[in-house]
Each structure stands twice: as C-alpha cells, then as structure tokens.
Nanobody, 125 residues
Framework: QVTLVESGGGLVQTGGSLRLSCVTSGLAFSAYNMAWFRQAPGKEREFVATVRRWSGTAYYADNADSVKGRFTISRDNAKNTIILQMNSLKPEDTAVYYC???????????????WGQGTQVTVSS
C-alpha cells in the first residue's frame, strides 16, 4: 500500500515561512517524480513545484501568483521524503497543499498517480 503523508502546515503571518514535509511509503521513491500542488477554497487544484526522479531537477510554477524565488522543493531519497520550503508567504498562498508521486513528468494533475491527504496552510494579512 502506497501512502503519502504531509505535515508542517499551519497559520503564519504575511512574510513568514513554513516548511512542509511529505513522507512516503510503499513505493520505489527514487523512481518517482514528486510534486506539490495546492488548492485554495473555491479554486481548482494547481501545480506548485516538482522535483524529478534520478536527477533531482526542480521546476516551479511561473504564473501570476508565482512561487518561483520564494519556494524551494527538494527530495531526500534516503528518507523517502520531499520538502517544500516556503518563504515570504502571502495571503494568496493560503490553500491546502498536496504531495503527489508519479512516473510521468509535468504540471498536470494527471501526471501523478499517488496523492497525500493534504495539509492546510493559512497566511494572515
């Protein structure tokens, strides 16, 4: 059985930082691309960042509410874990953050087969 368990969410003020973790079990972790998505109330789930299997290359969402330059995704294959370090948080970053694993690579939800249950991040203004 594959499980992905996120932790580290919480309430933080604008400009603050949070560190999200996702611990996996039941899959060959190093063989999977790993990603973070988020879903704000009333909005669709959206891509945040991904880190590739084998190479560890990271890619970030680059849109109007870009996390590029503020968030850092990393993976520890020895611990079957990925991290999302979030700095300079803004109220628009408020969402449930989900960890995902898949063998396809990309920003699409369909690229990821396994999902965690999510962790709430709330940024107050």
């Amino acid at each position: 059985q594959v499980t992905l368990v996120e932790s580290g969410g919480g309430l933080v003020q604008t400009g603050g930082s949070l560190r999200l973790s996702c611990v996996t079990s039941g899959l060959a972790f190093s063989a999977y691309n790993m990603a973070w998505f988020r879903q704000a109330p009333g909005k669709e789930r959206e891509f945040v960042a991904t880190v590739r299997r084998w190479s560890g290359t990271a890619y970030y969402a680059d849109n109007a509410d870009s996390v590029k330059g503020r968030f850092t995704i990393s993976r520890d294959n020895a611990k079957n874990t990925i991290i999302l370090q979030m700095n300079s948080l803004k109220p628009e970053d408020t969402a449930v953050y989900y960890c995902a694993a898949g063998t396809d690579y990309g920003m699409e939800i369909s690229s990821y087969r396994y999902w965690g249950q999510g962790t709430q991040v709330t940024v107050s203004s």
